[in-house]
């Protein structure tokens, strides 16, 4: 059975750093690009961060870059995403997911599999 579990999510303080991780079982991960996205209530699913199956692209939502990076470590299966700086805004259910293109797709309808998401709440 294929699946995407996600991790690291919690709660933490204005300024602060999560390290969310996406691991995958019954496939491996190597030839798929993995995105990141999030929703917060009450608002639609939006595209956070993408890595291609090689990790030699990447791409990030404006909102995000300079504060979140990217990686992944194909013997593990897992692909990470480094949370620093984090803000209220930042609060949400972050779900990854694994796409067969041979890019770095922001765009949900690009990937095949999901995760249940993990929740990351930033308030003081």
């Known amino acids: 059975q294929l699946q995407l579990v996600e991790s690291g999510g919690g709660l933490v303080q204005p300024g602060g750093s999560l390290r969310l991780s996406c691991a995958a079982s019954?496939?491996?991960?190597?030839?798929?690009?993995i995105g990141w996205f999030r929703q917060a209530p009450g608002k639609e699913r939006e595209g956070v961060s993408c890595i291609s199956s090689s990790g030699g692209l990447s791409n990030y939502a404006d909102s995000v870059k300079g504060r979140f990076t990217i990686s992944r470590d194909n013997a593990k299966n897992t692909v990470y995403l480094q949370m620093n700086s984090l803000k209220p805004e930042d609060t949400a259910v972050y779900y990854c997911?694994?796409?067969?293109?041979?890019?770095?797709?922001?765009?949900?309808?690009?990937?095949?599999?999901w995760g249940q998401g993990t929740q990351v709440t930033v308030s003081s």
């Open positions: 997911a694994a796409s067969g293109f041979n890019s770095c797709p922001m765009a949900r309808r690009a990937y095949d599999y």
């Open positions: 019954g496939f491996t991960l190597d030839y798929y690009a």
